[in-house]
């Protein structure tokens, strides 16, 4: 079922409840959709300092060279933005809690990114930086900064426009017609970009998230692949190929 929030407002808080449709076992994935928004587009997947996000201190002359002026310092204030760059300035930042319900946000991020990323050595204490966790407070704390599951889940582009990213965990299991009280912190704007925000529970297995539709293509690919070998060993049967080895297939025999 779909829940719309009136107020697009940015900031806003919206709050519904939600029945469960049916038993929930943990673990319950939460993520967040929003679209369209191309992280696929070329500019945006170059705008980034590689090295600079793994926690190397860089000259400003090597962040001049990749990240325009508007994301490269804080207009509000002049202060040089760490990390720079279109991806790291472009955090979604919305919110979302459930009343009496804890969500786990770690676990959501590839290991290998929070790996990846590292802060400076001199953070937070650089002087005229903006950093992430002062731009971003709702979703970025100070002892995290770079090392946020959130941040590096956001930094992994999505390779559609219709994109799909982790949230959070819920660790216990929602029975049928439990009701679930939202509040959604919107700080995300989505209207100058023409797009939609969402927000999915789904259950999950050993082998990832529930998708009956891609479920039933892979069956109906296999079931269509089994027909075509069918189809192609009664032709063979019936159509016999020539028994090859007879004295009228020799070389320069013929017909009496």
């Given at each position: 079922?779909?829940?719309v929030c009136k107020d697009q407002a940015v900031p806003s808080v919206c709050s519904f409840?939600?029945?469960?449709?049916?038993?929930?076992?943990?673990?319950?994935?939460?993520?967040?959709?929003?679209?369209?928004?191309?992280?696929?587009?070329?500019?945006?997947?170059?705008?980034?300092?590689?090295?600079?996000?793994?926690?190397?201190?860089?000259?400003?002359?090597?962040?001049e060279n990749i990240?325009?002026?508007?994301?490269?310092?804080?207009?509000a204030d002049g202060k040089a933005v760490v990390p720079c760059g279109m991806k790291a300035t472009s955090l979604?930042?919305?919110?979302?809690?459930?009343?009496?319900?804890?969500?786990?946000?770690?676990?959501?991020?590839?290991?290998?990114?929070?790996?990846?990323?590292?802060?400076?050595?001199d953070y937070p204490d650089r002087p005229d930086t903006s950093w992430l966790y002062q731009r971003y407070s709702d979703v970025i704390s100070e002892a995290e900064g770079v090392k946020s599951?959130?941040?590096?889940?956001?930094?992994?582009?999505a390779a559609l426009p219709g994109m799909y990213k982790r949230y959070g965990w819920i660790r216990e299991d929602l029975n049928a017609g439990r009701t679930l009280h939202f509040r959604i912190s919107s700080s995300f704007p989505v209207d100058s970009l023409h797009a939609h925000k969402a927000?999915?529970?789904?259950?999950?297995?050993?082998?990832?998230?529930?998708?009956?539709g891609f479920g039933i293509l892979l069956m109906s690919c296999g079931a269509l692949c089994?027909?075509?070998?069918?189809?192609?060993?009664?032709?063979?049967f019936v159509?016999?190929?020539?028994?090859?080895?007879?004295?009228?297939?020799?070389?320069?025999?013929?017909e009496p």
């Open positions: 079922r779909l829940y409840n939600v029945t469960v449709p049916e038993d929930m076992p943990e673990p319950i994935l939460l993520y967040y959709s929003l679209g369209p928004f191309y992280q696929n587009f070329n500019n945006y997947l170059k705008s980034e300092v590689p090295n600079e996000l793994e926690g190397q201190v860089v000259s400003e002359s090597e962040r990240c325009s002026e508007a994301v490269l310092t804080d207009a979604f930042n919305d919110t979302f809690e459930l009343s009496g319900i804890s969500i786990e946000g770690s676990g959501i991020a590839w290991h290998s990114d929070v790996e990846r990323y590292n802060n400076p050595p599951e959130h941040f590096a889940t956001w930094m992994r582009p927000l999915v529970l789904t259950t999950v297995n050993p082998l990832g998230g529930r998708d009956d089994a027909v075509v070998v069918l189809l192609v060993q009664l032709i063979r159509a016999k190929e020539p028994e090859y080895g007879s004295s009228s297939d020799e070389p320069g025999s013929s």
